[in-house]
């Protein structure tokens, strides 16, 4: 129990962070509705995310991969608290975004510095548990940090609920200050100013890793693939139901709490049974079995229909992700780490953008539920590629 110690402590910063992000998320939704009465002015705050991503993401990989990534994150945490804490003091809606958008390169740079740190906290044996308690903790904060948001606006406004995010993201930062220095041997040759020729340097050594590693990086692409498509036909998920379905909020409300448990119970299971679950049938599987929970889904005629899919997509994603990030953080060094994720994230981001809009498009010119399907079924082919690299001859190599 001892030795897991730093990774409960870890775990504990997660779950304040993720619930923080959540209240952030709501409160800023309603700020914005309250000043401008628009779902575009709503929808524009979707797209800062990956646009943050392309332009901090890009270098920031080298920065990551040469400096102590538990003071990187630690600073990342105060910088957004100080960060958000400001914009209830903002004197317009622009000022609101510019700063959305600098939190929101923050947050991008934060998930390839943790994702280093965590690889080399957590020993590869005990990393597909953690990976399921991880999601477990995620999907626990998407059920109360909603709750807790809904309770901070009864008792004051949304500003009250940002103020409480900033005090969440500094006692993030206190609990990262008591986790263990991994870092503490950095060479000195490796602490060097980042230049645009670093940066292409950096591109050139993911470049050939990539190009001596192609099981590698297809496993990953195929995880960048499902991320896509999830992240494109779950900006029709709230539009199906309430428009197609004629869903109430109430049991919209219960259909996402469906959701939720259906990732609580996966992570449990994972988290239990990690020793016995293989790394490649959960990739596999997982991926496969959450594109047939979204034909369910999008093939449903009301609400008791939908369950059964929303259900299933929630325990299948979290064995599909446990199996991803386990295969990635055991198969891609961590001295590179950041520079691979970040210059992959930037790619994974652009193509969430075209996509996500030429589905809205779609959507919107023809209908929600014939896009759906189709959002559905390409899923379902990247499942069946998924299921085919995991289970041929190269895998007797990876898992």
Known sequence: MFRWKYPFILLGGIGISNVGAWV????????????????????LLYILHPIATICSNAWAGSLIDRVNTRRLMMGLDIFRAICI???PFLPSLIYVYILAFIINMGSAIFQPTSMVYMTKLIPEADRQRFNALRS?????????????????????TPYTAIHIN?????????????????DSRLKETERQRITWQLIK????????????????????LLFSGTTIIMTAIDSLEAAFAKGVLSMSDTNYGFLLSVFGGGIIIGSIINSLYSKKLAVNLLIGMGTISTSIGYIIFYSSDGFFSATPGVFLIGIAVT??????????????????????ESLYSVMEAGFIVVVTVLIGFAAELTSIRPVGLLGSFAFLSVGLLAWKAVTGEKRQEYF
Request: proline fraction near 4%.
């Open 24 to 43: 952030y998320l709501i409160a800023l939704n309603l700020i914005i509705l309250n000043k401008t009465g628009s779902p575009l002015a709503i929808a």
């Open 85 to 87: 804490a400001f914009i």
């Open 136 to 156: 477990f903790i995620n999907s626990c904060g998407s059920l109360i940090g909603p709750a807790i948001a809904g309770m901070l606006f009864w008792m004051g």
């Open 166 to 182: 900033a005090v969440a993201l500094l006692f993030s930062a206190l609990i990262i200050k008591m986790l263990p220095n991994v």
């Open 201 to 220: 340097k950096d591109f050139r050594v993911v470049f050939h890793f990539s190009r001596s590693n192609t099981y590698v990086v297809k496993i990953y």
């Open 319 to 340: 064995f599909a992700n446990t199996g991803y990030m386990t295969f990635y953080q055991n198969h891609v060094p961590v001295g590179m780490m950041g520079r691979f």
